[in-house]
Nanobody, 129 residues
């Protein structure tokens, strides 16, 4: 069974930083592209960023370019999302997802949804003073 577990969320002041982790269990992430998504209260889920299985390709939503960085450590079976200069509008539940087909992951990141191989349960990020 493919399982993803997000961690690292919490309360942070505007301008602060957080690093989210997405850890896989029951399977090896090496062959999977991974994406981060978020859903703010009252809004639809949106794609934030994604990374290919090798880490050689990354995509970012315009709203987070220059502030967020996605990376992966296949030895630890984990993908990270470093979030800097956080803004109140970044407040949301953040989810990670994985799929063997990177084109499906990039499409899901653009649309905010998709029938991907695995989804995590989410971690809450609150940006507030």
């Amino acid at each position: 069974q493919l399982q993803l577990v997000e961690s690292g969320g919490g309360l942070v002041q505007p301008g602060g930083s957080l690093r989210l982790s997405c850890a896989a269990s029951g399977f090896t992430l090496d062959y999977y592209g991974v994406g981060w998504f978020r859903q703010a209260p009252g809004k639809e889920r949106e794609g934030v960023s994604c990374i290919s299985s090798s880490g050689g390709r990354t995509n970012y939503a315009d709203s987070v370019k220059g502030r967020f960085t996605i990376s992966r450590d296949n030895a630890k079976n984990t993908v990270y999302l470093q979030m800097n200069n956080l803004k109140s509008e970044d407040t949301a539940i953040y989810y990670c997802a994985a799929d063997k087909l990177f084109y499906k992951m990039t499409t899901a990141t653009m649309t905010g949804s998709g029938a991907l191989d695995a989804w995590g349960q989410g971690t809450l990020v609150t940006v507030s003073s």
